[in-house]
């Protein structure tokens, strides 16, 4: 499909609304299903009457909700479970690819019932790179407001982080917590992969009572995004980034800048969560397909190909500056030839 | 020259090691290992036997928890050290109702589906020193009631009617541990080889 698009599809554009529906809706399910699962308790004991007050307002709240779907929320409320880091969902068992690694390394031997049910998203980051990290990630959520956040720190005065330090520095993040399960024998990479964090800590908050030692380290991360680096934990030193940008390296699906559109605004690098640089065609593996450059393109520069390989710099926008000062100069170039 | 140039790789490589390691020390800063009392720390049933292999499978996705219908699954947190975030049970809170559901559930090996009869969390303890019935002749029985193995978990010393009595098809569930009435919980789950069934009764 590498016909020459010189305008993206319309609905590429608003993409990105569907992404922070999309991601909304992924967090919002992490705090509907402890909910619904102290619900389950609930019903399950039977005992509405020893239930103190607000806790019947609880039950009767969950009761309307979910009513009109289930007529036995003991057991029909099950047919979603788990969080992003491993789940059920309708019978099908789905794991983080991170979740499947961390274990072999750990018990240095396959458990094919479980590596299997991370297959999937095994595939889709295959065809779609680092999608996760746009698109599902209940921690990118929170960081992205994060970013939101330090955006109006600025704005009042504040200073905040941005360095820049080796991306290739969460390979070896990601190689140290495989190393580091296989000597401790336990899953040291669950501990600071985010979006596990951040689903079990919301279930510790709602249904077991109060944040565990995830929510702090959690915190942490928020502070180094601040203070350090804009998305620094995710570019840097996440290990489930680094593990699917290993996978996505040669995904088919990417963006492509169409440099007969562009006019040098930089909109897309200054948007671009992960600091790359769509101006200069320079994506790579972090590129999380999250289609927040082509909904900020004011020209319709941006668009989705069907291609292995980032495209090589396309050289200077063809609306833009640069391009027709080049363009001047090579027609008095051209002119002085014809004239010689 | 060549030392000097050696040096600033050396140190460089220990620097990037250092940042890469940096998430790892925090959270283990942030979750010491400390010893966990054995009575308030069951492993849910149908947990692999060895604790190593069940820290080494388990990826701490919280699942049993959040399908467990007592919502007695709670998870390792500061105390944890290599356990954190893998699941616990604690009987003096909540005893297992041996529904199955965490088996069912875990996508993992680490809580296999076994029948009722084959799951060993253990067995449980009575302290005859302290138990009302074994100490004066109380009326009591919650354990022996409340038992879902019946007769084949806890039963009563014949004669005696009310002095329970713990026998070999005990699972371990903690259900006797959570309803004991008395104050120092005189039946507390021990691991199978250190119960005392046998010395004092055949079950």
């Known amino acids: ?340 | 020259m060549k030392r000097r140039s050696f040096l600033q790789q050396f140190v460089y490589v220990v620097a990037v090691l250092a940042a890469g390691s940096l998430p790892f020390g925090l959270s283990r800063l942030l979750a010491p290992a400390a010893k966990a009392d054995p009575r308030t720390h069951l492993r849910p049933p149908g947990a692999l036997k060895d604790d190593a292999a069940f820290v080494e499978a388990c990826i701490g996705c919280g699942l049993c928890g959040e399908v467990c219908p007592p919502r007695c699954i709670q998870f390792y947190q500061r105390e944890g050290g290599n356990k954190v975030n893998t699941p616990y049970i604690n009987p003096e809170k909540k005893g297992c109702i041996l529904c199955n559901k965490c088996m069912e559930v875990c996508p993992t090996e680490s809580l296999t589906l076994v029948p009722r009869e084959k799951i060993d969390m253990g067995i449980a303890q009575i302290d005859r020193t302290a138990c009302y019935p074994w100490v004066d002749h109380g009326i009591c029985g919650a354990c022996a009631v409340i038992c879902p193995l019946g007769e084949r978990g806890i039963g009563f010393d014949f004669a005696n009617i009310y002095r329970p009595v713990v026998k070999k098809g005990c699972v371990g569930c903690g259900l006797c541990v959570e309803v004991c009435p008395h104050p120092s919980l005189p039946i507390w789950i021990v691991e199978r080889s250190q119960g005392t069934v046998a010395k004092h009764r055949i079950g």
């Open chain 1, 1 to 340: 499909m590498s016909v020459q698009a010189n305008k993206p599809l319309f609905i590429w554009r608003h993409l990105n609304k569907l992404r922070w529906l999309v991601m909304s809706l992924v967090f919002f399910m992490l705090i509907l299903l402890p909910m619904l699962h102290v619900y389950q308790t609930y019903v399950s004991a039977h005992a509405y009457d020893l239930l103190s007050p607000s806790e019947q307002n609880f039950y009767d709240f969950m009761e309307t909700i979910t009513a009109p779907f289930v007529s036995d929320p003991e057991n029909e409320l099950d047919a979603i479970k788990g969080t992003t880091w491993s789940g059920t969902f309708f019978g099908l068992k789905l794991s983080d690819p991170l979740a499947a690694a961390g274990q072999v390394a750990a018990s240095l031997k396959f458990y094919w019932p479980f590596v299997l049910t991370a297959l999937i998203p095994v595939a889709f980051t295959l065809v779609f790179g680092r999608f996760f990290c746009g698109w599902l990630c209940p921690a990118t959520f929170l960081y992205e407001l994060n970013t939101t956040l330090g955006v109006w720190l600025r704005k009042a005065g504040l200073r905040t982080g941005n360095r820049r330090l080796d991306p290739r520095l969460k390979y070896i993040v990601l190689v140290l917590g495989l190393l580091l399960s296989a000597v401790s024998g336990s899953i040291v990479l669950a501990a600071v992969y985010p979006p596990a964090v951040v689903g079990r800590e919301i279930y510790y908050a709602i249904a077991l009572g109060g944040f565990g030692v995830g929510a702090v380290f959690f915190v942490v991360t928020l502070l180094f995004d601040l203070l350090v680096a804009r998305r620094g934990f995710c570019r840097y030193l996440c290990p489930g980034g680094a593990l699917y940008s290993l996978l996505g390296r040669f995904r088919p699906i990417r963006i492509k800048r169409i440099v007969e559109n562009c006019n040098d605004c930089a909109k897309c690098n200054a948007v671009c969560e992960f600091g790359l640089d769509p101006l200069r065609d320079n994506f790579g593996m972090e590129c999380n397909n999250c289609s927040a450059c082509i909904a900020v393109c004011p020209t319709d520069a941006m668009t989705f190909v069907v291609r292995m390989q980032d495209f090589p710099y396309q050289g200077p926008g063809h609306l833009g500056r640069h391009y027709r000062r080049q363009q001047g100069k090579k027609q008095t170039i051209d002119d002085s030839d014809e004239k010689a």
